[in-house]
C-alpha cells in the first residue's frame, strides 16, 4: 500500500509554539497560483508510486488546509483524480481549524463531496486563557461547536490534537482539558509535548529569557495523566502521541511508522520510497511554485538510507509504538516487553522512550 500527503502552507496566523513551514494568509485569498504548481508538482510525480501498491490513504496537512474554498478543494480533488489511481483509497484524512469549521457554511459538505472520511482538528486545549497564550485563531465554545457541527455533518471519524507540558500549565487545568475531550467522545486523540520548536515564537521568547520550559517531572506527571484519563475513557494507546477507540487509529500515520511508500506534494513536504530513499521539496510558496512554473520539480533534498539508518529507522519508528519492534531486529531485549513477535517499550516507561531508544540504536 502507499499514501499521499498534500500539504497546503497557509495559515490566517501563526501560533506561538508552530514551526511547521507555511505563510500567513487571509481566508478570502486565492490560492490558485499554489494550486496550479500542484497540479503540475502531480504529474511530474506520477511515477513515485508506481510498483508500491494501491493508495489507500491521502492526507492534507498543514498549515490550515481548512483555509481552502470549497471550489479549491474540488479542483485539488480533480487534480489528484487526473493523475493517481485512488479507488482503492480507504482513508481520507483533512486537519481543520475550529474556527473555519464554524464560519464557513461551505466548508463541511465540500469536504463531503470530495470523499473525506476523517476529520483531524487542532483544538490543544480547553482553557480560553491557554488557547489565547498560544495565539490560536478559536476560543473554547468554538472548538465545542465545531466538533458538534461536524459530528451534525455525518463525521463519524474524528481525531482532536491537544498539548501539554507548557510552562502555564497546572496539573489540575490539564486534567479539566482532558475531561472536555473525553465528554466530546472524538474517535481519536493526538497529545504532544511542548518543545521549542526552530522558527517559532517560542523558541525566540525562550533564546530571550522569557519562557522557560517546565521541568521534566512536571511534564512526566502530565503524561501520565493523559495515559491515565485517556485509557478509563476507553482509548488506547497505540503509539506514544496517540490514542484511539478500537480501530480507529489512523491509518495514514500507521503507515509512516511502518515505513510505508508515501508521496508527500506541495512546499515542504518529504516522500518517501518505502525502502532506502527519502527526499523533501524546498520549505519556500515562491521556491516551489517558479520552480514548477519553469517546468522543473522544486528541489529541497533528498538522502539515501544507509543499512544501519534503515534499521535505526526501523527501531525508532517500531519502539515508539505498543506494536512494538519486530523481533527479528533486536537481540538484548533489556527492559522491553516481549509481546509474541515483537518487543516494545512498557507503557510506563513511553515518556523516556527516547534515552531507551538510544541504547538499540547502531
Ligand atoms: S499550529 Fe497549525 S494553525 Fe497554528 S501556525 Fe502551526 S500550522 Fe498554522
Redesign the pocket.
Known sequence: MAGIYLHIPF?AS??TY?G?Y?EVCPRQVSHTRYIEALGRESAMRRGFLEGRGAVKTLYFG???PSLLSADEFRAIRAILDSVFDLGAVEEFTVEV?PEDVVTCGDLLPALKQVGVNRISM?VQSFCERHLKWMNRRHDVSTAVGAFNKLRQAGFDNISIDLIFGFAALEDGEWSDTLQKAVELSPEHISAYQMSLEAESTLAELAAEGKYSEPDDETCARQYALLQDVLQKAGYGQYEISNFCRPGRHSRHNSAYWNRTAYLGLGPAAHSFNGTDLRQWNPASLEEYCSALEAGNLPEGGQERLTPDEIYNEQIMLGLRTARGASKDLINQPGILQDTGDAYRIPRDKFFICDSIIEDYLR
Open positions: 495559515c501563526f501560533c508552530c511547521f507555511s498543514g498549515g490550515t481549524n487542532g
